[in-house]
């Protein structure tokens, strides 16, 4: 991480707050959306791997630990466990799934195996001889989520069954005097509609976790902790046009002031309008100082023959890096470089497969060995958190709800050579995909919907004529994180609209065709 002249990214640029929950995570689909949970309860919290020790889980001073779930089963060898002296530091502590598991397994109960598996929704019956606090208002019965195999048979000495399921005869345990609690089923997840009334109960109740987690304390320790790291320096960012560099910018903005420029690197390869929003939006209206540079015909100049995906966007990158270096250089004295780098991004580097699918052109992602120091501001949110920082910080709603777009922009959207041509009717196109997407009201349902321009031509009839033209592929997905997506399931009203619309407005494309490709096997992007 560390060249001559960088520092330890964010280490004292994130807004971490005095108290902490961390949420140790043994291999969960859900570890991070547990984090998101405590975190929408206003508590601020963190996500660590299991393989923590006891040390350094108290050197954290954590207000509460929160043991997340797992594929795995406590018998199986090599099985993910807690280092056991955790048990003994008296801290607050929730079992989730294999995380209650442990609690049973690692404290002397009996975790039975090979019972009967629940999965999905079944009823959890709270034993009206011992309710526990954990389900001191609860419901008699409840709907919960459950996804296990093993189930705990015995509790642990000084712990109690409170209450069960009919494949888990301990569905909920605790020891009130050992601060420990523990769940089967998944209190997270939206299928469990009390589950955040559980979480609720276990933070503030019981672990007395305050919710002091808000917008204006997120928004106050960052600009804080961005004030102590530059000092009196200067600092630049790349602007993209996107959420996350954006945000950084405006919270570097208000922490800072005219001692952070802006640049904005205009590829020629953006959405039509875009470069004319961004300038006005951080120019006038949040009056930063904006270098815009047009370098358009650079691009395209170096584009020009090249067709291959992979070359495409190598050339792509080396242009930008060129560009910004250019630009950044007549910045005297700048020795900051503030990045849009995210909490799950944190998470994932150094664990996210490294196999290569597609080399990443990130505007935000500049090289480190651009002699910056890094401030990352967003070091430690997650993406809901950043819109909502954003539109606290007067960013408008085209920004802070713009749908992601690739650093080599329309380039990797355009099948084979890029020319200005192309670039004009594809812009056309896909604004056309995205207005009628706007205008159905499901942009904030659909994760990403755009046009991709073929390098193939079609036959069609138009008036009469014959047409020889392209054809346009309208790509629409649902996505949680980019990982993994479905084909939107459109309604054929809107893409007859949109398939209309593209063709008698824009000149050049007969012929529009719907993608209807999942990731995997396909990506989201065409190249
Ligand atoms: P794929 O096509 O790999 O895309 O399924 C996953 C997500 O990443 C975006 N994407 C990029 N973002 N630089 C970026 O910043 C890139 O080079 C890049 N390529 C793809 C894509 O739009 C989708 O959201």
Same mark, same amino acid.
């Given at each position: ?53 006891? #040390? ?9 630990? %929160? ?48 019972? *009967? ?5 079944? =009823?959890? =019956? ?60 998944? !209190?997270?997840?939206?299928?469990? !509609?009390?589950?955040?009334?559980? &979480? ?31 000092? !009196? ?40 309008? #875009? ?14 100082? &904006? ?39 007549? %910045? ?115 994760? *990403? ?17 014959? =047409? ?40 050049? %494309? ?18």
């Amino acid at each position: 991480m560390s060249s001559p002249n960088t520092i330890d990214a964010g280490s004292n640029t994130v807004a971490a707050p005095a108290q902490v929950v961390l949420v140790v995570d043994f291999g969960a689909q859900y570890a991070q959306l547990i984090a998101r949970r405590v975190r929408e309860l206003q508590v601020y919290s963190e996500i660590v791997p299991h393989t923590i020790t006891a #040390e350094e889980l108290a050197a954290r001073q954590p207000a509460a630990i %929160i043991l997340s779930g797992g594929p795995a089963s406590v018998h199986v060898e090599g099985a993910p466990r807690l280092d056991q002296a955790i048990f003994d530091l008296d801290i607050p502590t929730l079992g989730i799934c294999y995380g209650a598991q442990l609690i049973a397994h690692q404290l002397g109960g009996t975790v039975g195996r090979n019972a *009967q598996g629940e999965y999905g929704r079944t =009823t959890l =019956t709270r034993d009206p001889g011992t309710p526990g606090a954990l389900l001191a208002d609860a419901e008699a019965t409840q709907t919960v989520w459950m996804s296990h195999f093993d189930a705990i048979t015995v509790v642990p000495d000084g712990f109690e069954a409170c209450g069960s399921t009919p494949n888990a005869p301990v569905a909920v345990l605790e020891s009130e005097r050992r601060r420990m609690w523990g769940v089967q089923y998944h !209190p997270e997840v939206g299928h469990t !509609p009390a589950g955040m009334e559980l &979480l609720r109960r276990f933070l503030h109740d019981l672990a007395g976790c305050a919710p002091t987690w808000t917008m204006d304390s997120i928004i106050d320790t960052s600009v804080d902790a961005i004030r102590a790291q530059i000092g !009196p320096g200067r600092a630049i960012c790349g602007l993209s046009g996107g959420v996350d560099s954006a945000v950084a910018a405006a919270l570097v903005h208000r922490a800072i002031g005219p001692r952070l420029t802006c640049v904005y690197v205009d590829t020629g390869l953006m959405r039509l309008g #875009e470069s004319d929003q961004v300038v006005e939006t951080f120019q006038k209206h949040q009056g930063i100082e &904006l270098i815009h540079v047009r370098a358009g015909d650079r691009f395209l100049e170096r584009l020009a023959g090249v067709t291959d995906p992979e070359d495409k966007r190598k050339t792509i990158g080396e242009v930008f890096i060129r560009v910004f270096e250019e630009a950044s250089g007549g %910045i005297e004295d700048a020795d900051f470089l503030v990045q849009g780098t995210l909490y799950p991004d944190v998470i994932e580097s150094g664990t996210a497969d490294a196999a290569k699918i597609k080399s990443h052109h990130n505007v935000g992602g500049l090289p480190e060995d651009l002699q910056f120091k890094l401030v990352e501001p967003l070091r430690n949110l997650f993406k809901d958190e950043v819109r909502n920082v954003g539109s606290e910080l007067g960013l408008p709603d085209e920004i802070v709800w713009r749908q992601p777009f690739p650093g080599p922009g329309l380039g990797v959207r355009i099948i084979g050579e890029v020319t200005a041509g192309k670039v004009a009717v594809l812009q056309r196109a896909d604004a056309i995909v995205r207005e009628e997407i706007a205008a159905a009201g499901l942009e904030r349902e659909i994760w *990403q919907a755009f046009a991709v321009l073929a390098d193939i031509r079609t036959v069609g009839v138009m008036g009469d004529e014959r =047409t020889y033209a392209h054809p346009v592929i309208i790509r629409a997905v649902t996505s949680d994180d980019a990982m993994t997506a479905d084909w939107a399931r459109l309604p054929y009203e809107l893409l007859e609209t949109m398939s209309n619309r593209i063709i008698n407005e824009v000149d050049g %494309i007969n012929r529009v065709a719907y993608d209807v490709t999942s990731k995997p096997p396909g990506t989201i992007e065409w190249e």
